[in-house]
């Protein structure tokens, strides 16, 4: 729910550091080291036999790092595109679906218990609020209305950041796996309440306004 007010703070950190990149960089070459890097906290997370290993949290901390460059960088440059948006996205999808099943099977794996229920439930709060905010995004685009612009950029009390503090907290602490997933899973589906309330009464008002155009 801070994710709109993080944003400009975000650009002015990572300008400096942007800057730092040889000219050769792209911002999807920040978007593809950040899935890689993504990927390698899942499989490590997921395959290590150790207890202690550091390396899952290392490979997600750097994951978030690069998740935020790449749009700064792109907009520093000024070649920010609907593409580099579309595959950063893609790939925060896949990250963020992999990270509570391949954390949970690493624990099965090291023999400690884990509530798959609880991971489900949470998958299915992902696919639910992603659809909601999808929609409206549809909506939106084929519309030439701007009523529901507030809506697809409703705050929730869980955005961005909070996912992050939430999935960080699981790769600390994967033996409180499940108590993360149900808890993660309550807020997620209070976001989902959130921006559905505001969707339901937006799109009211909208199909109200065009029956009075018709009739008139």
């Keep these: 729910m801070y994710d709109n007010h993080l944003r400009h703070l975000k650009d002015v950190i990572g300008t400096p550091v942007c800057r730092a990149l040889p000219s050769g960089t792209t911002p999807n070459h920040i978007t593809l080291a950040a899935f890689i890097s993504g990927l390698l906290a899942v499989g490590t997370a997921a395959l290590s036999t150790s207890r202690s290993s550091y390396w899952p949290l290392i490979f997600w901390l750097l994951n978030r790092l690069l998740d935020g460059a790449d749009g700064t ?21 896949i990250i963020y679906s992999l990270i509570p099943a391949m954390l949970a099977y690493g624990q099965e794996r090291r023999l400690a218990d884990v509530d798959w229920r609880a991971v489900a439930i949470l998958e299915a709060t992902f696919h639910i609020n992603n659809f909601v905010l999808f929609y409206i995004s549809a909506v939106i685009a084929t519309k030439p ?33 499940t108590l993360l997933c149900w808890g993660m899973s309550i807020a997620v589906i209070i976001g989902i309440g959130q921006r559905v309330y505001f969707t339901v009464s937006s799109l009211a008002r909208l199909d109200q306004r065009l029956t009075n155009q018709k009739r008139t």
Excluded: C, N, Y
């Excluded at 960088?73 to 999808?93: C, K, N, Y």
């Excluded at 697809?152 to 939430?166: C, D, F, K, Q």
């Design 145 to 177: 209305d701007d009523e529901l612009t507030s809506v697809a950029m409703r705050p929730a009390l869980i955005e961005g950041l909070e996912s992050g503090i939430i999935f960080t907290a699981m790769f600390i602490w994967p033996q409180h796996l």
């Design 73 to 93: 960088f792109a907009r520093m440059r000024g070649t920010a595109s609907a593409l580099g948006g579309f595959l950063d996205l893609l790939g925060d999808f």
